[in-house]
């Protein structure tokens, strides 16, 4: 008997459970009705007369942005759309990636910029105000990438890294102007498209690209071939972890970029040729930048 009432209060404690639930389920729908929802499909495609497994993905994400006097944060809601193609029988995959922007209030509002670009994925960068497209490189060529700014949609930067590990062309630095928010600025290099023989070198903020150099005279077959880059201060400290800090009321510190030398074989890679240009006053002095033989620099337009 005492398991029978035992199943009886259970029953009882259900029935009450499940009213609960019901009572709150339209309080609940109520509290949604301003939520952004989306799609995804997959489907298997004949094109050209091959299969292709095509997916369409829809992600949602809520991205910070400092506010202009640094203290707080306005947000954006991120959609963003990848669609992707690969087959059994063709070497790589395609695809692209769309990004739509929206006020916190989300997708019922009207969008406030978008972009579409070539790429297989793509997510905001934590910590910065920057959206990155991967394009997956094949065989041993590099990672190439695409920064855009989550505040305006505008194209900015174009790297290329090792297909291994974190981006370590793209470098932060970070200004504390006597306790004033100046804002992230960026030094970032890439390959100048995918069968050319230049690198681009470019400096920036998370809102727009100030400066574009080609670097000529930089032979890249594989991704061991991209050189390291590195950031100095004045007085020699380095950047660490994609990152450099500077304070004081100059914005000077100088870029290095350390190339491969192509005549050695992989084993015994090194990077001993020195690439320098200053940052002055927050732009890069070409007339002060030391290159070694057979290198050339040219100011190049903007992306």
């Known amino acids: 008997m005492p398991h029978k009432r035992q199943s009886i209060a259970l029953q009882n404690v259900f029935c009450i459970s499940v009213l609960a639930l019901c009572n709150l389920l339209p309080q609940a729908i109520s509290a949604q009705s301003n939520a952004s929802h989306a799609d995804s499909t997959a489907q298997i495609q004949k094109i050209d007369g091959v299969n292709f497994f095509v997916t369409d993905n829809t992600n949602l994400e809520y991205v ?4 202009p006097d640094g203290n707080g944060y306005d947000h954006r809601l991120l959609a963003v759309q990848t669609h992707k193609e690969w087959s059994e029988e063709v070497d790589g995959s395609r695809g692209s990636v769309t990004v739509t922007a929206y006020p916190v209030a989300g997708k019922s509002e009207p969008s406030l910029w978008s972009f579409h670009a070539e790429g297989n994925q793509g997510e905001s960068v934590p910590q910065t105000e920057l959206f ?26 174009v790297t290329s890294s090792r297909q291994t590990g974190p981006d370590t062309s793209l470098i932060e630095v970070s200004h504390d102007n006597n306790g004033h928010y100046d804002g992230a600025h960026f030094v970032a290099f890439g390959e100048d498209g995918p069968a050319s023989d230049a690198l681009l070198l470019q400096l920036g903020t998370d809102t727009e690209l100030m400066q ?13 071939d991209l050189p390291r880059l590195k ?32 005549e050695r074989p992989d084993a015994k890679r090194t990077y001993s040729r020195k690439l320098t240009i200053p940052v002055e006053h927050g732009i890069m002095n070409l007339k002060k930048a030391k290159t070694p033989a057979g290198i050339s620099l040219q100011a190049s337009s903007k992306l």
């Open 231 to 262: 950031l100095l201060t004045k007085d020699g400290k380095s950047s660490m972890n994609q990152r450099l800090f500077l304070t004081g009321d100059d914005f000077d510190f100088l870029i290095q970029l350390s190339l491969s030398d192509a």
């Open 132 to 157: 990155r497209v991967d394009i997956f490189p094949c065989c041993a060529s590099a990672f190439r990438r695409t920064y855009f700014s989550v505040r305006n949609g505008h194209k900015l930067y």
């Open 64 to 67: 910070p942005l400092v506010k």
């Open 212 to 224: 574009q150099l080609r670097i000529k005279g930089v032979e890249i077959n594989t991704d061991e």
